[in-house]
């Protein structure tokens, strides 16, 4: 039996080079969630940015057509002046990006996809789309799960979704697993929250709704009254969708 390297990186820069497999992108407060929900909502691809200039300069870009683009990120949770939408995953409702190419900027999660870069497959990963992501990965032989964190901190959050990735994979199919040190603790944190939920007979999605109030990005989220975003966050496969970074075109698109 061949053996299966699942590695979680608290921080993109713990990473190093990712070349030989497949990387999950984290940011599940809420730039992953974020991508998911647009994806999901009809945008024909999300384009991530690093800085707010470029996004603006790519909306304004000649032979652009300004209804075709909706600019869309945060900075220090809140909406960017002159960006159409913020960063909550509800803001992205079909009739807000159905058919159109959001631009996105985000304080970690962008940066974090720019890490991802030297992977051979990148794809977004996120509570809501956790069936969906580990289905699409968990036969791959080397998975590395890059945590964004939080302006270079690490954050539960993200370790969270890590390791109910980690977890899933572990328990679908019997396979000789090797798991780096911050897997085997974010699987150990994972479990801590299953057996919580368990004993306090609230759902899994309940739960972690709950300890999202706990974690760095969810008190940002409730010090500028989120909270609601943290509820949309937790809600565990709300969507059956796979974005997927092409890096020579840069962009995110589903997979089939
Ligand atoms: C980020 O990229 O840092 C997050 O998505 C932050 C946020 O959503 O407020």
């Known amino acids: 039996m061949s053996v299966q390297k699942l590695w979680v990186h608290n921080l993109p820069e713990q990473a190093g080079q990712l070349s030989g497999g497949t990387t999950v992108v984290i940011d599940l407060l809420r730039a992953s969630s974020t991508i998911c929900q647009a994806l999901a909502s009809g945008a024909s691809e999300v384009v991530p940015f690093r800085e707010i200039s470029e996004a603006m300069a790519a909306a304004t870009a000649d032979g652009v057509r300004r209804d075709d683009v909706v600019l869309g990120g945060e900075r220090a949770g809140g909406k960017i002046p002159g960006f159409d939408l913020g960063n909550s995953p509800s803001e992205y409702t079909p009739d807000a990006v159905g058919g159109k190419r959001v ?84 699987l150990g944190k994972w479990r801590r ?38 509820v949309n966050c937790a809600q565990i496969d709300r969507l059956n969708v796979i974005p997927e970074l092409d890096v020579r075109a840069w962009r995110i698109r589903l997979a089939h």
């Not at 370790?159 to 897997?183: E, H, T």
Request: hydrophobic share 40%; proline share 2%.
């Open 193 to 230: 929250l299953l057996l919580a939920a368990y004993e306090s007979r609230r759902s899994e999605s309940e739960q972690l709704a709950m300890e999202l109030r706990d974690t760095q990005g969810g008190r940002n989220l409730l010090g500028i009254g989120l909270d609601q975003d943290l």
């Open 103 to 186: 631009l996105l900027t985000t304080t970690n999660g962008t940066q974090a996809l720019w890490h991802g870069r030297s992977a051979r497959r990148v794809v977004v990963g996120a509570f809501v789309n956790l069936s969906a992501v580990v289905a699409s990965v968990k036969d791959e032989t080397r998975v590395d799960f890059l945590c964004a964190g939080t302006d270079g901190r690490e954050t539960r959050e993200d370790i969270l979704a890590a390791g109910a990735m980690v977890y899933r994979i572990c328990s679908s199919a019997p396979k000789d697993q090797q798991l780096n040190p911050n897997a085997a603790l974010a």
